[in-house]
């Protein structure tokens, strides 16, 4: 075992779990799920069966993922906040088997006590602010706030707030890299050296 978990934690049959990956007090990773390496799971976190964590996904306290729920590599997950995975629930009616895909691409935020509908992928390097309820597809580099969310501006890969000209160009003010904005779709210019 290359990984840490904390005597309380509770880790079903089925999963495999990344080296250097931590899980931390009260949290449940259930069956079959697959966690990559140096995650570092919260407090009283519960990841359902067969969620799929890429690396260095970092879940803060009390967050719920649900099955059908995937993170690429590098997402933050903000305390409390918390996945659906059926559009119409219903305690009467078992719906198991109409579980919603949700895809979070890489390096994406999501803030505190936000709620993600399922169906609806975040993109990469996306920005959910706190408390926003995410109804819809989420663009890559999107800055989105409020119930329901909507989108407010476009956000580096460092998690700073694009300014851009009227030509579409922008630069974040601490890694000093370059984006374009054309057609509502935010691009990093790759330097060429």
Known sequence: MNYFAHETAVIDEGCNIGDGTKVWHFSHIMPNCEIGE?????????????????????????????????????????PSMVFTNVMNPRSAVNRRGEYLKTIVKKGASIGANATIVCGHDIGRFAFIGAGAVVTKTVPDYALVVGNPARQIGWMSEFG?????????????TESNEKYTLKNKVVTKVIAEY
Request: glycine share 10%.
């Open 38 to 78: 140096k995650c570092n799971i919260g407090q009283n976190v519960v990841i359902s069966p067969e969620v799929i964590l890429g690396k260095n996904v970092k879940i803060q306290n009390n967050v719920s993922i649900y099955t059908g729920v995937i993170c690429e590599d590098d997402v933050f997950l903000g």
């Open 160 to 172: 700073h707030r694009l300014e851009f000209d009227a030509n579409g160009s922008a630069i974040c």
